[in-house]
């Protein structure tokens, strides 16, 4: 049985700037703060354009799951615009950052890592198995899987080196894998 982290059973808390709301889905090791992960995966409403907190010396890698777009502006005058069905906003987590929301309210899948992981967000039809490199692989529901007794926004911890599962499709799933970066032990 694939252990599964229910989205029925996450609660919201507001951001510290009440731009928006946060519920954690798992942070590794277990129990970890915002100090001490080394992989943090949650899910955060953002209700309007506000700015993000700083994350020094973690690695952020957001995809917007339902709404947007979001157009994500850094000090540098660089941007990253994504929304729903594009690919994930990857970034410094150290870089001030705005996000700029003109649609209305939207939900994201907010992946936080720091050294000497790295991770990346696939479509589930897309996604390489990568057993040397992955330290932890998770499934994304982005709609009910019946085959796998997931619905919508759920998330399943995979092993590292096992393919996406039987039923799972670009359109109703995203992968996330936790992965070594080169030269790390």
Known sequence: MIPLHRTAERRFAPWKNGGGQTAEILSMPHGAGFEDFHWRISTARIAQS??????????????????????????????????????????????????VVPGGALLVLNVMVRAPHACAVWRASGAPCQ???????????????????????????????????????????????????????
């Not at 330290?135 to 009910?144: I, K, N």
């Not at 399943?156 to 799972?168: I, K, Q, S």
């Open 131 to 185: 057993p040397d490199a992955s330290v932890a692989r998770y499934l994304l529901a982005c709609a009910d899987i019946p085959p796998l007794g997931m619905v919508r926004h759920d998330l399943a911890t995979l092993a590292p080196d096992l393919d996406v599962p039987e039923g799972v499709t670009g359109d109703n799933g995203l992968i996330v894998d936790i992965l070594r970066t080169p030269g790390a032990g």
């Open 50 to 99: 506000v700015p993000f907190s700083t994350f020094p010396g973690v690695s952020r890698s957001l995809t917007v799951l339902e709404g947007g777009p979001m157009t994500l502006e850094f000090a540098d005058g660089s941007r990253i615009t994504t929304g729903a069905g594009s690919g994930p906003a990857v970034f410094s987590g150290a870089a001030p950052c705005h996000a």
